[in-house]
């Protein structure tokens, strides 16, 4: 089924912002020499490349007023459809702070507690735009104020009026998944393995715990894989990715959400699995070739997928 429109959900956006100092040495004042600063959070990360690509898509956040006038103006920069409500408090921010020895350390803020009145304008926003053949973008940790219950009526609701799901959330839970049936889910490695709930040793092990979340009614599983690459499986044919070597990385931060707009934006070009997992692959790393959580550039993104070997295992 080709979606007729997409959607991402937002509920816990973040300001990603990197400080590049001369020196972390105690004592005294350190200056700040250049800032880069990226309107981001799972969701806005994934509408963020697809419009880089041209694929129609609406951001619906849910974000702190107090500091948030910068964040949209920065979507805006970037041609970001966005629909906005508005809550009490501060937009969560992360903020990097990085030496030129490539010592970091990161300092990251609490998100606002969601409040009743906030989650009923949401529902009524959802009630609006959700319609069939809609896709719905659901990623990213669940903020305070949504509870699985809620987290679970959001999803059910999406679903009853004829939308489909893409799930890249760390709150939800084996049972809570079996419940919502996305037509995506992806995890990475670290998230895979707690979603089970103990490690996982060897590809084997992956192979076997993706395949089991297909078991649960979901028609795509998706897994991140850093270096290692990306696994696919819907539960009868499963392939691996494997992706070449980087001489130099920038950043990882939002390699997964790349990788999961690249299977979304394979989907509108009316590829194979193969063919989607190895655009998903190429997406995810080329990602880690800019700095911040900006969206992998083409060039880079068509030079890696001729790089992308995927092959069924």
Same mark, same amino acid.
């Given at each position: 089924?080709?979606?007729?429109?997409?959607?991402?959900?937002?509920? +816990?956006?973040?300001?990603?912002?990197?400080?590049?100092?001369?020196?972390?040495?105690?004592?005294?004042?350190?200056?700040?020499?250049?800032?880069?600063?990226?309107?981001?959070?799972?969701?806005?990360?994934?509408?963020? @490349?697809?419009?880089?690509?041209?694929?129609?898509?609406?951001?619906?956040?849910?974000?702190?007023?107090?500091?948030?006038? *910068? !964040?949209? +103006?920065?979507?805006?920069?970037?041609?970001?459809?966005?629909?906005?409500?508005?809550?009490?408090?501060?937009?969560?921010?992360?903020?990097?702070?990085?030496?030129?020895?490539?010592?970091?350390? *990161?300092?990251?803020?609490?998100?606002?507690?969601?409040?009743? *009145?906030?989650?009923?304008?949401?529902?009524?926003?959802?009630?609006?735009?959700?319609?069939?053949?809609?896709?719905?973008?659901?990623?990213?940790?669940?903020?305070?104020?949504?509870?699985?219950?809620?987290?679970? #009526?959001?999803?059910?609701?999406?679903?009853?009026?004829? /939308?489909?799901?893409?799930?890249?959330?760390?709150?939800?839970?084996?049972? +809570?998944?079996?419940?919502?049936?996305?037509?995506?889910?992806?995890?990475?490695?670290?998230?895979?393995?707690?979603?089970?709930?103990?490690?996982? +040793?060897?590809?084997?092990?992956?192979?076997? #715990?993706?395949?089991?979340?297909? /078991?649960?009614?979901?028609?795509?599983?998706?897994?991140?894989?850093?270096? #290692?690459?990306?696994?696919?499986?819907?539960?009868?044919?499963?392939?691996?990715?494997?992706?070449? #070597?980087?001489?130099?990385?920038?950043?990882?931060?939002?390699?997964?959400?790349?990788?999961?707009?690249?299977?979304?934006?394979?989907?509108?070009?009316? !590829?194979?699995?193969? *063919?989607?997992?190895?655009?998903?692959?190429?997406?995810?790393?080329?990602?880690?070739?800019?700095?911040?959580?900006?969206?992998?550039?083409?060039?880079?993104?068509?030079?890696?997928?001729?790089? @992308?070997?995927? !092959?069924?295992?």
């Amino acid at each position: 089924m080709l979606f007729k429109k997409i959607i991402t959900l937002s509920l +816990n956006p973040v300001a990603d912002i990197t400080c590049y100092v001369e020196n972390f040495e105690p004592g005294g004042d350190i200056m700040v020499e250049s800032e880069l600063y990226d309107a981001a959070g799972k969701a806005v990360d994934v509408s963020r @490349v697809l419009q880089s690509y041209g694929i129609a898509n609406t951001a619906l956040i849910v974000a702190g007023e107090e500091n948030s006038k *910068r !964040y949209f +103006n920065r979507l805006k920069d970037e041609n970001v459809s966005t629909r906005v409500i508005y809550t009490e408090g501060r937009l969560r921010e992360s903020i990097n702070i990085v030496d030129p020895k490539g010592r970091s350390v *990161r300092l990251v803020r609490k998100s606002p507690r969601l409040t009743s *009145r906030a989650i009923n304008e949401l529902e009524i926003a959802l009630s609006e735009e959700i319609e069939p053949a809609t896709l719905v973008v659901v990623a990213g940790a669940m903020p305070e104020g949504v509870t699985d219950d809620i987290f679970c #009526e959001i999803c059910s609701f999406i679903r009853e009026n004829g /939308g489909s799901i893409a799930l890249d959330t760390k709150s939800a839970t084996l049972e +809570n998944i079996a419940k919502i049936q996305p037509w995506v889910i992806k995890p990475n490695y670290a998230e895979l393995c707690a979603l089970v709930g103990h490690e996982l +040793n060897g590809l084997e092990e992956v192979v076997c #715990e993706a395949k089991r979340l297909a /078991g649960l009614g979901i028609r795509h599983v998706l897994v991140s894989l850093s270096a #290692e690459g990306a696994l696919y499986t819907d539960g009868e044919v499963t392939y691996k990715a494997d992706v070449p #070597e980087l001489s130099e990385i920038k950043s990882t931060i939002g390699a997964g959400d790349a990788a999961l707009a690249g299977f979304i934006i394979a989907h509108d070009y009316k !590829y194979d699995l193969k *063919r989607s997992l190895q655009l998903a692959a190429a997406f995810g790393t080329a990602s880690c070739l800019v700095e911040g959580t900006n969206p992998p550039r083409r060039i880079s993104v068509a030079m890696i997928n001729n790089q @992308v070997k995927v !092959y069924e295992i």
